[in-house]
């Protein structure tokens, strides 16, 4: 069932009614950019054309221009006022960016009205080649994966199965078969998205490294870990700087990242652990080594999985919204999340089956006076409905 995401509303829109912008479309592989643009085509009344770099060669930068020609015929001979040229994974191709740059002015200056969209598996495809050849002629449309409410209208989840099984849509139709979901999450999913969105894309020594951070840092979800203490427990670890890299680039391809202390600057505590947080549930299930019947026996032990739902509900809001996310700890004193948004700082704090928890939202409170605190769990708000907020609203 292919139900229609937010963030068509705002392409369509864009595209109907912006002729002289970019509009590029970013996120994590898996998670519906394709579908989405599909979508999006099939409302336009005028002209339209879609490919896919996916199988194209590297360096075959003459292919977009040979694309991009058909395009200008097929709009010329349809007579419509404009035609909707899609390319999807487009940072496939090397040097990419100066081939739209010169077809994109080249067809601004002859007024031909070539309205395009680009869409790509990473937010490296911004760093590769957006901000530099084409400065001042793109919008960004983020996805993030999917949320509860629309993984239960696709495939009527339960609160629990999602936060088990995670947000793919793909792997939805699986879970009754837990040997061949996990075969399909660590297959298709994780080893593609790994290699074609970050090993293919940039220069990484020590790849099979990368993985094995992947892995630790998926099983120790909403957990802050020294990068000292990662270094001792993977083999080849390099230095501090190395691992910081690779979790900038898992960051960068939507899988995991790692949260940075919160000090109620700008600055950035780039001295500070990491706290561990996956994007996608599916990850800490995955290297998890326990089923979804067993997970859900323990109340005490569930409660790893429902805290680090609540982090992939953050961490997803803040990438496309444009949010800042990190934790706070002093000593013994910690705050789970804490959520920057238009100036604003919301701390959350994740309380569920017997796990006991310091006073940290209180004495954090006193020395940076948040907008507001909310406790999710037990004695506050139930987390099946926190995961179904629009975490904007809060502010």
Not at 266 to 289: E, G, M
Not at 303 to 323: F, K, P, V
């Amino acid at each position: 069932m292919a139900i229609e995401r937010s963030n068509k509303k705002e392409l369509l829109t864009r595209i109907k009614t912006s002729r002289g912008l970019i509009q590029v479309v970013v996120g994590a592989r898996q998670i519906g950019k394709t579908t989405l643009i599909q979508q999006v085509l099939n409302d336009i009344t005028e002209a339209t054309m879609s490919i896919s770099a996916d199988d194209v060669s590297e360096n075959q930068t003459m292919w977009i221009n040979q694309q991009w020609e058909v395009a200008r015929i097929h709009l010329q001979e349809s007579k419509a006022k404009y035609l909707v040229f899609a390319i999807d994974e487009i940072q496939k191709i090397n040097h990419w960016s100066e081939a739209i740059k010169k077809n994109w002015d080249a067809d601004t200056k002859k007024e031909i009205d070539i309205r395009l969209i680009l869409s790509g598996s990473s937010k490296l495809l911004v760093h590769e080649g957006l901000t530099e050849s084409l400065a001042g002629r793109f919008e960004l449309i983020k996805m993030s994966h999917w949320s509860f409410n629309e993984m239960q209208e696709a495939f009527d989840f339960t609160e629990e199965q999602y936060a088990y099984f995670g947000a793919y849509p793909g792997a939805a139709g699986f879970i009754k078969n837990e040997a061949r979901w996990l075969a399909y999450v660590k297959d298709s999913l994780i080893e593609t998205s790994i290699s074609k969105d970050i090993l293919m894309l940039t220069r990484v020594d020590k790849p099979a490294l990368l993985k094995q951070l992947f892995e630790l840092g998926c099983a120790y979800s909403t957990q802050e870990l020294s990068f000292n203490k990662i270094m001792g427990q993977l083999q080849n670890a390099g230095n501090t700087t190395t691992l910081s890299h690779y979790v900038n680039l898992l960051d960068s391809a939507q899988l995991l990242t790692g949260l940075s202390k919160y000090s109620g600057s700008h600055i950035k505590l780039r001295n500070s652990s990491p706290k561990f947080q996956v994007y996608n549930n599916a990850f800490y299930s995955v290297y998890s080594k326990t089923n979804f019947k067993d997970a859900i026996k323990n109340p005490a032990y569930w409660g790893r999985w429902i805290e680090s739902i609540i982090g992939t509900h953050l961490l997803n809001s803040a990438s496309q919204y444009d949010m800042k996310l990190h934790y706070w700890r002093n000593g013994n004193d910690e705050v789970d999340f804490i959520l920057e948004y238009k100036n604003k700082t919301i701390a959350i704090e994740v309380k569920s089956g017997n796990r006991l928890k310091s006073s940290g939202l209180e004495k954090a409170n006193q020395q940076f006076d948040f907008y507001k605190m909310i406790l999710v769990g037990v004695e506050g708000l139930d987390w099946k409905k926190f995961i179904r907020l629009d975490l904007r609203n809060l502010f």
